[in-house]
């Protein structure tokens, strides 16, 4: 199963959070603070650093997929921030392919494994068959 990363993470955190509370993407507000973190970590089952939590909040600020919603914020850059059209983009893109990831088959898995390492996939079946050679005599 596909792993989110930190920041693909919090976009995640952030569209349950207004989805549990019936909240539209920009009417929805996150702050990258040590409560959230808290919040955060429990849910997504991580353990980011606050340092981790906010480096990946820039990564999602400067790809425009969280954006402020107040100017200055005097605590910190990491306040009132809103999910964009293009946040929410990622959001569904990461779910729907968690979904088609979990609907394949054993066999479709394992193929897509072998196509996706060929080169390790023929250095593997090399190995193998000279160990047969040897065992077996060739």
Not at 11 to 32: S, V
Not at 44 to 70: P, R, Y
Not at 119 to 132: C, R, S
């Amino acid at each position: 199963m596909k792993k989110l990363k930190a920041e693909e993470a919090i976009l995640e955190f952030h569209f349950r959070q207004n989805e549990k509370q019936g909240l539209t993407p920009n009417t929805g507000r996150i702050d990258l603070d040590e409560k959230t973190l808290s919040a955060f970590n429990l849910e997504m089952n991580l353990k980011l650093s606050i340092d981790e939590f906010n480096a990946a909040g820039s990564v999602c600020i400067a790809n425009q997929w969280l954006k402020h919603t107040v100017l200055g914020g005097g605590s910190g850059r990491y306040i009132r921030l809103c999910l964009t059209t293009q946040g929410v983009g990622v959001v569904r893109s990461n779910r729907a392919s968690l979904e088609q990831e979990a609907s394949r088959g054993w066999l479709e898995r394992s193929l897509l494994f072998f196509n996706k390492y060929q080169g390790a996939t023929a250095i593997f079946a090399a190995v193998l068959g000279l160990i047969g050679l040897a065992v077996f005599g060739g």
